[in-house]
């Protein structure tokens, strides 16, 4: 133990438990595809336009490789990465915080991760370091080693960054994501290549921005395992029917700063109303309709939470159509609490006030699109014979009509007044309330 005195005053340097602290840092929640998006994020803030991710199955030797074309590290920028709580900065936009997430990331998924970068475009000169969990619990310090100059998959990664710069991470022995026993069997196998489908579906989402293209960064490609990962824009902005309304902005105040918070509204069609019925599965989302409505929280354009209403409201039903979009960049990080895995805020409290009024009248309209669907789903026949074809048109074109009134006073801010307008309406014609569609509330 050191120890000394300063100022009067006498200090020990008590030092964590290298094996103890890293064993418990594996806990800290992530699953395998958080963890891969967690590394994805270091990409991005080296610039990188490609992503590759390959998940090879080999029994107990089987790895996970994630290398991009990013500016890459020199040698101590490469010791510096794998420091936990590394002492670099972050600039604004960056999709780091708190110098974890290569190391916590990685290591709840393996127990020997292998950082290779190369940093130089006119020279080809590689730097390899490796965190082995294995050494660290046997020796109880906080040590980065280099890999043997025989290591095979190493050698791979070094042959990745042949053409240009970029880093490879590397994760081995993955005891968090295989069966300790039979390893090599068929379950083994399968479970990796879920994982796989998984994980791309998953960065897919959380950075669909990147996918389409943000504006100042250069168009970002990922691939799983050979296949190019779709992006997934859950307010399906390229359905003609997609209706958004104006975007709001907000002034929020921070420990030490503040900032301003965005926030996009969105009503996506009805089933009938989008271009394919396969298209509005796949907008349903892996959570599906219901649980995917609600707020979607992007952190310097990248999604880190989505779901819900963040306790402003519940789901429901009738509100499923709802999606709205909350943007805000890294310096509100401390106003939003945003946790290391970087999956998960919470909403300040004067920003949850903010959020209500103009959250509630989303879901009015959305209710609206959904009962319009329901009731021209449903209106009954005539006794006598079926709808003509062209009466059953003039009715769904009506409620058409109405639900197109209510969204035009929601975006001129005539909210009120167009209550007023439709209480006038129930009282002194009815039939034309019914006509519209605004009968059902």
């Known amino acids: 133990m050191t120890e000394g005195i300063v100022a009067g005053k006498a200090w020990y340097d008590v030092a964590p438990s290298a094996a103890r602290l890293t064993g418990s840092l594996r806990d800290i929640g992530y699953d395998f595809s958080t963890a891969v998006a967690d590394i994805v994020d270091n990409s991005v803030a080296a610039g990188a336009t490609r992503v590759e991710i390959l998940i090879e199955h080999d029994g107990a030797d089987s790895r996970v490789f994630i290398a991009d074309d990013g500016r890459g590290m020199s040698a101590p920028a490469v010791l510096e990465a ?31 991760l292998t950082v290779v970068s190369r940093s130089s475009t006119s020279v080809v000169r590689t730097c390899a370091r490796s965190l082995d969990l294995d050494l660290i619990e046997d020796w109880d310090q906080w040590v980065v080693v280099d890999p043997s100059p025989a290591d095979q998959m190493v050698g791979r990664a070094r042959q990745w960054l042949a053409e240009g710069t970029g880093t490879v991470v590397l ?10 026993n039979r390893p090599e069997g068929g ?16 960065l897919g989402i959380v950075f669909h921005r990147f996918l389409d293209g943000v504006p100042g960064r250069p168009q970002l490609v990922i691939t799983v395992n050979g296949q190019k990962v779709r992006s997934w824009d859950p307010f399906a902005q390229d359905e003609p029917a997609t209706v958004e309304l ?62 819900g209403w963040s306790g402003i409201r519940g789901i429901d039903e009738h509100t499923k159509l ?7 960049d890294t310096d509100l990080d401390a106003a939003f609490n945003i946790n290391v895995a970087k999956m998960r805020v919470a909403l300040p409290a004067q920003l949850r006030t903010l959020l209500e009024p103009p ?43 109405g639900l197109a009134l209510r969204m035009a ?24 309330v019914e006509l519209l569609g605004l009968d059902a509330n």
């Open 82 to 112: 794998m420091r936990f709580g590394t002492r670099r900065s972050y600039d604004r936009g960056e999709l780091g915080r708190y110098g974890l997430g290569l190391k916590t990331a990685s290591l709840s998924q393996c127990r020997l």
């Open 171 to 180: 994760w081995r022995s993955l005891d968090r994501v295989l069966p300790e």
């Open 187 to 202: 379950w083994a196998r399968r479970r990796l290549e879920s994982l796989a489908t998984r994980a791309a579906e998953h």
């Open 246 to 307: 104006p975007p709001q902005r907000f002034e929020i105040e921070a420990p030490g700063a503040g900032g301003h918070v965005r926030l996009r509204r969105f009503v996506l069609p009805s089933r009938d109303r989008f271009t394919s019925p396969a298209e509005f599965e796949r907008m349903s989302g892996p959570m599906n309709w219901n649980r995917q409505q609600g707020l979607y929280v992007y952190r310097a354009d990248r999604l880190v939470q989505w779901g």
């Open 322 to 328: 709802a999606r709205a979009a909350l943007e805000f």
């Open 359 to 401: 959250l509630n009248e989303l879901c009015v309209l959305a209710d609206d699109a959904y009962r319009k669907t329901s009731r021209s789903g449903s209106r009954p026949l005539p006794s006598d014979l079926s709808e003509p074809p062209e009466s059953r048109a003039a009715t769904h074109a009506a409620a058409r009509a």
């Open 409 to 432: 006073a929601m975006q001129a801010g005539q909210w009120a007044a167009w209550e007023a307008i439709e209480a006038l309406l129930r009282q002194q014609s009815p039939e034309v």
